[in-house]
């Protein structure tokens, strides 16, 4: 068995990209970690927080550049304020950090992702 293997639901990989598909589903376990625990629920949901040098430890494959691109991506964001998103927005960020110069960002998912997750049937 792998330790550090990558998984990915080929339905979501499908729809957004492998890439997003791998992101989703980290950020799905830590959320459903964080909700089995009761940890960090703030403001109606559960979050999950990660610098991208944290990122990194989890796809060492990926530079920060790249990581950077797939959670703006996962915002549905652009780097450009001429482009167009790719999609409708999947991750929403937050900052609920006790220290104001933490500058740590917090994920979760935004209701209509959880609601397809749902679908495929995934809950928290």
Do not use: Q
């Amino acid at each position: 068995m792998l330790d550090n293997g990558i998984i990915f639901d080929a339905r979501i990989a499908e729809k957004y990209s492998v890439e997003e598909a791998i992101v989703i589903n980290k950020l799905f376990g830590w959320l459903k970690y964080n909700a089995v625990n009761g940890k960090n629920f703030k403001e109606g949901r559960y979050w999950t927080f990660n610098s991208i040098s944290a990122f990194r430890k989890y796809f060492p494959f990926w530079n920060e550049s790249k990581i950077k691109r797939i959670l703006i991506d996962l915002a549905g964001c652009t780097e450009k304020s001429d482009s167009k998103p790719k999609h409708e927005p999947i991750i929403i960020k937050g900052n609920f950090n006790k220290s104001s110069f933490d500058r740590t960002i917090w994920y979760s998912f935004t209701d209509d992702f959880f609601v397809y997750l749902e679908k495929l049937g995934y809950d928290l």
